[in-house]
């Protein structure tokens, strides 16, 4: 697979995890006892749906979710902008990737008809060919997530990587936690499991 390829499938699997980090919290926001997912992106309340778990030690709970994401766009443009149409052609520095996912409760095998969340990605190629600075939002009906900053190598074969989330807005202000995304095979989806906490 060419450096070009391997960067798009893995930043499209990182987009899919970062968006799993907002439905994960929308759930959590709500209240809701017990494993719940996050709520629709048209429902304003949580909705109970398999996917997730929640624990509290001391004056933090810390929920973990589970996440089926499939890519909806997933693009790598030059540093002026034009868009790279080659599968061949290896990222420069200054080249970008522009990412956007569907999030589903569940994992490949088992999932959601319903979107839960929807995420944009934006890596900036910093070092040829494939590592990248890298900034997500993810958006569901209670506010987004952020992870920024992140500094990860596309390049890598390592079907798993984690990126911190860093904040977020509306329910999810002072969010922190972890977002673990795990590439399936040659496709640009993943599984995603989010831990966190606020």
Same mark, same amino acid.
């Given at each position: 697979?060419?450096s070009?390829?391997r960067?798009?499938?893995?930043?499209?699997?990182l987009?899919?995890?970062?968006?799993?980090?907002?439905?994960?919290?929308?759930g959590?926001?709500?209240?809701?006892?017990?494993?719940?997912?996050?709520?629709?992106m048209? %429902?304003?309340?949580?909705?109970?749906?398999?996917?997730?778990?929640?624990?509290?030690?001391?004056?933090?709970?810390?929920?973990?979710?589970?996440f089926?994401?499939?890519?909806?766009?997933?693009?790598?443009?030059?540093?002026?902008g034009q868009?790279i149409?080659?599968?061949?052609?290896?990222p420069?520095?200054?080249?970008?990737?522009?990412?956007?996912?569907?999030?589903?409760?569940?994992?490949?095998?088992?999932?959601?008809?319903?979107?839960?969340?929807?995420?944009h990605?934006?890596?900036?190629?910093?070092?040829?060919?494939?590592?990248a600075?890298?900034?997500?939002?993810?958006?569901?009906?209670?506010? %987004?997530?952020?992870?920024?900053?992140?500094?990860?190598?596309f390049?890598?074969?390592?079907?798993?990587?984690?990126v911190?989330i860093?904040?977020g807005t509306?329910a999810?202000?002072?969010?922190?936690?972890?977002?673990?995304?795990?590439?399936?095979?040659n496709?640009?989806?993943?599984?995603?499991v989010?831990t966190?906490?606020?």
């Amino acid at each position: 697979m060419s450096s070009h390829a391997r960067f798009l499938v893995a930043s499209a699997a990182l987009a899919a995890g970062l968006l799993a980090a907002t439905t994960a919290t929308a759930g959590a926001a709500s209240g809701s006892p017990g494993p719940s997912g996050p709520p629709p992106m048209t %429902m304003p309340s949580a909705s109970s749906t398999p996917g997730g778990s929640s624990s509290a030690s001391g004056a933090m709970a810390t929920t973990t979710w589970k996440f089926y994401s499939v890519s909806t766009e997933s693009n790598l443009y030059t540093a002026g902008g034009q868009l790279i149409t080659n599968p061949s052609t290896a990222p420069a520095v200054g080249d970008s990737l522009v990412g956007t996912d569907n999030f589903y409760t569940g994992d490949h095998t088992n999932h959601s008809s319903d979107i839960s969340a929807t995420d944009h990605l934006f890596c900036l190629v910093t070092k040829a060919p494939a590592t990248a600075t890298c900034s997500a939002e993810i958006a569901t009906s209670q506010g %987004m997530l952020v992870a920024d900053n992140a500094q990860l190598n596309f390049a890598s074969q390592a079907p798993t990587q984690t990126v911190k989330i860093t904040g977020g807005t509306g329910a999810y202000q002072g969010a922190k936690g972890t977002v673990m995304v795990t590439s399936i095979g040659n496709t640009n989806n993943s599984d995603v499991v989010v831990t966190w906490s606020k």
